[in-house]
């Protein structure tokens, strides 16, 4: 139980374009999705918290304007990157807090690898 | 100094092996505590939670010391499966969580 679905699992994309990821909680609500950014052999940076029905919180250093979040129902958010450039190559992955874990661990979707040419 | 912060390794141990990683937060406030394994190319997989009176899973112990601010993950009896990479995360108040950049586990036959 507890599956967050993500994908596309990986896209290429020219530069300048936009690229969107959906992230979607099977068998339960999220109300909150979480969004995390990994460099190779980095730690996950979180970017940013997107609550449904209400506006995403930013972490410090994220351009909001660049990485639009929506979180349009209980199971479903998504992060568009928009205007793409090879830096923001990386890998990309979501996470709810899983109702069936003790002390609130979290579920991840399989991650999306973004690679921009 | 960063909130999380884990020895990257690597470690390289024969199979069979007892081996220990640390993490330390800097959150004296910090709630919940994890270990995530996260395989190469992979998203991670919650491992186990941390408790202040310490768990056990079959090979694997965790353990939490509040007042030094770390916790430690002990995998004992190790298998080449064991080869990935560990991340600790400490949840700091409501859902928001940090993530240790993770220590790296290989093991060998």
């Known amino acids: 139980g507890a599956v967050v679905s993500q994908h596309p699992s990986w896209v290429i994309c020219k530069s300048g374009t936009s690229v969107k990821i959906e992230c979607r909680s099977l068998?339960?609500?999220?109300?909150?999705m979480f969004w995390y950014r990994q460099f190779p052999k980095q730690s996950l940076m979180l970017m940013a918290t997107?609550?449904?029905?209400?506006?995403?919180?930013?972490e410090q250093g994220v351009e909001k304007d660049k990485f639009l979040i929506n979180h349009a129902s209980l199971t479903l958010s998504t992060l568009t990157v928009t205007s793409a450039h090879p830096e923001d190559s990386s890998f990309y992955i979501c996470?709810?807090?899983?109702?069936?874990?003790?002390?609130?661990?979290?579920?991840f979707g399989s991650g999306t690898r973004l690679t921009v040419v | 100094r960063k909130e999380v912060e884990q020895d990257p390794g690597p470690f390289n141990v024969p199979e069979g092996a007892t081996v220990a990683f640390n993490c330390t937060y800097s959150n004296s406030a910090s709630q919940s505590f994890f270990w995530y394994r996260q395989d190469c190319r992979k998203e991670p997989k919650l491992l186990m939670s941390?408790?202040?009176s310490g768990n056990e899973d079959g090979r694997f112990t965790a353990q939490l010391n509040r007042a030094s601010q770390y916790i430690s993950l002990l995998i004992r009896d190790s298998k080449l499966s064991d080869s990935a990479t560990y991340l600790c995360a400490v949840n700091t108040g409501g859902f928001k969580t940090i993530f240790g950049a993770g220590t790296r586990l290989f093991v060998k036959a």
């Open positions: 997107s609550n449904e029905g209400s506006k995403a919180t930013y």
């Open positions: 996470s709810a807090p899983n109702p069936q874990a003790a002390g609130y661990g979290y579920t």
């Open positions: 068998d339960f609500q999220a109300t909150t």
């Open positions: 941390v408790y202040s």
